[in-house]
């Protein structure tokens, strides 16, 4: 059964569109803030998300924007009741696939989300490599030179992010902005704390660390091949 995300903070709405798609036979979460969207985009996996802009504690903009900069490619149809070819393109260009004025009709949503579902998934690796460094998302196991590697949750995610955006450079704002979101503890020292523990456990001795820092910027994972 498809499964759909609906990011709606208005009860009235949600509770719509999920009979909408439950009569269409699919399987239905709802979440209210933006904050308990990026939460479950970073633990589950979704075929389809439903996405408001306006939304408390994040709007969906930085959601869906955060979302991509990660790795995630489920497809996202934008909910708003801005209607302006300005608010539209900017919906579009933070990553969304779709966009829907709000207030619509119920078979105009069911055939915007079949029209969705129907496109070719993008494809991605299913694994991640940098050098003899393999990460997998789907089983959450890191080797090196193909011994395995106990990581926390954080270090993971740390290195994921920087494994999806290889030659990049990220600030400390940024690497909170995406990682960490919004989470209690986030701070620059967080960041500093995890990279450290992170270096420590994929470098090598007598080689230069996977992460580079570049002193006044940020951190970036350098890869060659």
Same mark, same amino acid.
């Given at each position: 059964?498809?499964?759909?995300?609906?990011?709606?903070?208005?009860?009235?709405?949600?509770?719509?569109?999920?009979?909408?798609?439950?009569?269409?036979?699919?399987?239905?979460?709802?979440?209210?803030?933006?904050?308990?969207?990026? /939460?479950?985009?970073?633990?589950?996996?979704?075929?389809?998300?439903?996405?408001?802009?306006?939304?408390?504690?994040?709007?969906?903009? /930085?959601?869906?924007?955060?979302?991509?900069?990660?790795?995630?490619?489920?497809?996202?149809?934008?909910?708003?009741?801005?209607?302006?070819?300005?608010?539209?393109?900017?919906?579009?260009?933070?990553?969304?696939? /779709?966009?829907?004025?709000?207030?619509?009709?119920?078979?105009?949503?069911?055939?915007?989300?079949?029209?969705?579902?129907?496109?070719?998934?993008?494809?991605?690796?299913?694994?991640?490599?940098i050098?003899?460094?393999?990460? /997998?998302?789907?089983?959450?196991?890191?080797?090196?030179?193909?011994?395995?590697?106990?990581?926390?949750?954080?270090?993971?995610?740390?290195?994921?992010?920087?494994?999806?955006?290889?030659?990049?450079v990220f600030?400390?704002?940024?690497?909170?902005n995406?990682?960490?979101?919004?989470?209690?503890d986030?701070?620059?020292?967080?960041?500093?704390?995890?990279?450290?523990?992170?270096r420590?456990?994929?470098?090598r001795?007598?080689?230069?660390?996977?992460?580079?820092?570049?002193?006044?910027v940020?951190?970036?994972?350098?890869?060659?091949?």
């Amino acid at each position: 059964m498809v499964k759909v995300l609906v990011v709606e903070d208005d009860e009235f709405v949600s509770g719509l569109i999920a009979d909408c798609l439950k009569l269409d036979h699919y399987d239905v979460e709802i979440v209210g803030t933006g904050t308990e969207a990026s /939460d479950r985009l970073r633990l589950y996996n979704y075929d389809l998300i439903l996405l408001d802009i306006q939304l408390p504690e994040q709007n969906g903009m /930085d959601v869906c924007q955060k979302f991509r900069a990660a790795g995630g490619n489920t497809p996202i149809i934008m909910l708003t009741g801005k209607r302006t070819i300005d608010d539209k393109e900017a919906g579009l260009n933070a990553g969304a696939d /779709d966009y829907l004025t709000k207030p619509f009709n119920a078979r105009e949503l069911i055939a915007r989300v079949r029209a969705v579902l129907r496109r070719p998934p993008v494809v991605t690796p299913s694994k991640l490599c940098i050098g003899d460094l393999v990460l /997998d998302p789907v089983s959450h196991e890191v080797s090196l030179a193909g011994k395995r590697l106990e990581l926390k949750p954080k270090e993971f995610t740390l290195l994921e992010f920087f494994m999806r955006n290889p030659n990049q450079v990220f600030s400390t704002g940024d690497i909170l902005n995406r990682v960490w979101v919004s989470e209690s503890d986030a701070s620059p020292q967080a960041v500093r704390t995890c990279m450290q523990r992170l270096r420590d456990k994929i470098d090598r001795e007598g080689r230069p660390s996977l992460i580079t820092t570049v002193y006044g910027v940020g951190y970036k994972l350098e890869h060659l091949g």
